[in-house]
């Protein structure tokens, strides 16, 4: 799942998801892997950046609700993975190409140059799900797209192609997928030539106070278990897993 050096560029740490038979849906396992890395990452003084790619005609369909509903070990590397990637110290750069579901979404708010295919969408389905978001979205997707943009992600789940998400400021750039991951590198690397010490002071700054944020993304993971035991969050999970529209409300 990792990669170092291979189609990467000095001093860029690239992270790979690839499950692509699954449209990289995440594991609890896979959740661990990442976290890992980006503590190395945090500490190594020859690592500047880190890159996300994935393997696939999807970057990452959210997680693998199977293992997800498994037990509580699957819920607990998501939420350590989201609390390591908000509080990550170097830059981010992510090549996104088709599906980015749920967390695939997420966690791009935690990044800094995000490249996005032609055909990449973006999905935040929790309500449909019976849950509430997390990784602070709840927080930063109205601050960044506007009350009524987040509104129709978070409140109707409704996807948005890559050419909506340019426009709210959700991705830094459309490229074409022949050269995604690419374009990506060659960011990755033009980053890693930057004066590190300027580079750092100025992403903290870009990021702003990080109590607020920290608070959401601690509230939204309570209320998430609240959630996930629910029977709203039940009904879903049986009709999705049973191939049916959900029925929430009774007549």
């Not at 699954?22 to 892997?33: E, F, P, Q």
């Not at 005609?57 to 997800?68: E, K, R």
């Not at 490229?175 to 590190?196: D, I, Q, Y």
């Not at 903290?204 to 998430?224: C, H, S, T, V, W």
Request: with cysteine.
């Amino acid at each position: 799942m990792l990669l170092e050096g291979e189609g990467a560029s000095r001093g860029v740490l690239e992270i790979r998801i690839d499950r692509p038979d699954k449209k990289n849906a995440l594991t609890g396992a896979m959740y661990r892997v990442m976290t890992a890395a980006l503590a190395d990452a945090s500490a190594r003084a020859d690592i500047g950046v880190v890159l996300f790619t994935a393997a696939g005609d999807a970057f990452c369909a959210g997680n693998d609700l199977g293992d997800f509903m498994n037990g509580p070990e699957g819920g607990a590397a998501a939420f350590a993975f989201i609390r390591a990637i908000a509080a990550f110290d170097k830059p981010i750069v992510v090549a996104v190409q088709g599906l980015a579901v749920g967390v695939g979404t997420t966690m791009l708010m935690h990044c800094d140059l995000i490249y996005a295919a032609p055909d990449a969408r973006f999905i935040m389905p929790f309500v449909n799900l019976g849950l509430v978001p997390e990784a602070g979205s709840s927080l930063i997707a109205p601050a960044m797209m506007g009350h009524a943009k987040a509104a129709a992600m978070l409140l109707l789940g409704e996807p948005m192609d890559a050419q909506a998400a340019d426009g709210v400021g959700l991705i830094t750039a459309i490229v074409p997928r022949e050269s995604l991951e690419n374009h990506a590198r060659v960011k990755a690397a033009a980053l890693m030539a930057k004066p590190p010490q300027a580079l750092m002071l100025t992403r903290q700054l870009m990021k702003g106070d990080p109590i607020l944020l920290n608070a959401r993304i601690e509230e939204e993971a309570r209320l998430f278990r609240e959630t996930l035991g629910s029977a709203e969050a039940q009904e879903a999970f049986a009709a999705f897993f049973e191939k049916r529209a959900p029925v929430f409300r009774q007549e």
